[in-house]
Nanobody, 128 residues
């Protein structure tokens, strides 16, 4: 079955960094666009970032531009989200998702809702 597993969350002080991983099993991730979402208690789910199959095109929410970097290693069947200069408002459960795509470097949009697979999420807490 298609499965995604996130890891790398935790507690970090404001200004700190975390690197989230999204490991795929049961399918080849390089046929899929990778998305990262987050949801804080009482808030709507927010699209954070996405990356094309080739890794050559990315998209970011305005709230994380310049601080977060999405990447992927297709050989390892894994996606990543490097989060720097973290703020308390970044605290949320972070989820990765995958959607199959025909184009290697098509533009991904964060409003996408129909995915082939979702992870179970990893908690990120930014607090002093």
């Amino acid at each position: 079955q298609l499965q995604l597993v996130e890891s790398g969350g935790g507690l970090v002080q404001p200004g700190g960094s975390l690197r989230l991983s999204c490991a795929a099993s049961g399918f080849t991730l390089n046929y899929h666009v990778i998305y990262w979402f987050r949801q804080a208690p009482g808030k709507e789910r927010e699209g954070v970032s996405c990356i094309s199959r080739s890794g050559g095109r990315t998209n970011y929410a305005d709230s994380v531009k310049g601080r977060f970097t999405i990447s992927r290693d297709n050989a390892k069947n894994t996606g990543y989200l490097q989060m720097n200069s973290l703020k308390p408002e970044d605290s949320a459960i972070y989820y990765c998702a995958a959607k199959s795509a025909a184009l290697l470097s098509g533009l991904c949009v964060l409003s996408t809702t129909d995915f082939d697979s979702w992870g179970q999420g990893t908690q990120v807490t930014v607090s002093s």
